[in-house]
């Protein structure tokens, strides 16, 4: 069982900037890959960014260039740094832990940007 706790979210002005982060009770977190994923009202979840095991990461078209997913091993923590926020981004974001055999998530935490 991993537990996934979220924070860091907000609101916050058209052209700011948050970071979330992501802290994961696990012993094995240096061999789990993480993701952030994001849920609009009304859109289906989707991949924001996702950073594997070996530091890999991968981005949606929508957030390259302004948001960067990086994590620290030794505070079991994954972060998501967001600049140059849009009203668009506007979402729940959910952390994601996931290997071949488990897939877990954390609870939400709310991103609101105003134009």
């Known amino acids: 069982q991993v537990q996934l706790v979220e924070s860091g979210g907000g609101l916050v002005q058209a052209g700011g900037s948050l970071r979330l982060s992501c802290a994961a009770s696990?012993?094995?977190?240096?061999?789990?890959?993480m993701g952030w994923y994001r849920q609009a009202p009304g859109n289906q979840r989707e991949l924001v960014a996702s950073?594997?095991?070996?530091?890999?990461?991968n981005y949606s078209d929508s957030v390259k260039g302004r948001f960067t997913i990086f994590r620290d091993n030794a505070k079991k923590t994954v972060y998501l740094q967001m600049n140059s926020l849009k009203p668009e981004d506007t979402a729940v974001y959910y952390c994601?832990?996931?290997?071949?055999?488990?897939?877990?998530w954390g609870q939400g935490t709310q991103v609101t940007v105003s134009s």
């Open positions: 696990t012993s094995i977190f240096r061999a789990i890959n």
């Open positions: 994601n832990a996931y290997t071949y055999q488990m897939n877990y």
């Open positions: 950073i594997t095991s070996g530091g890999s990461t």
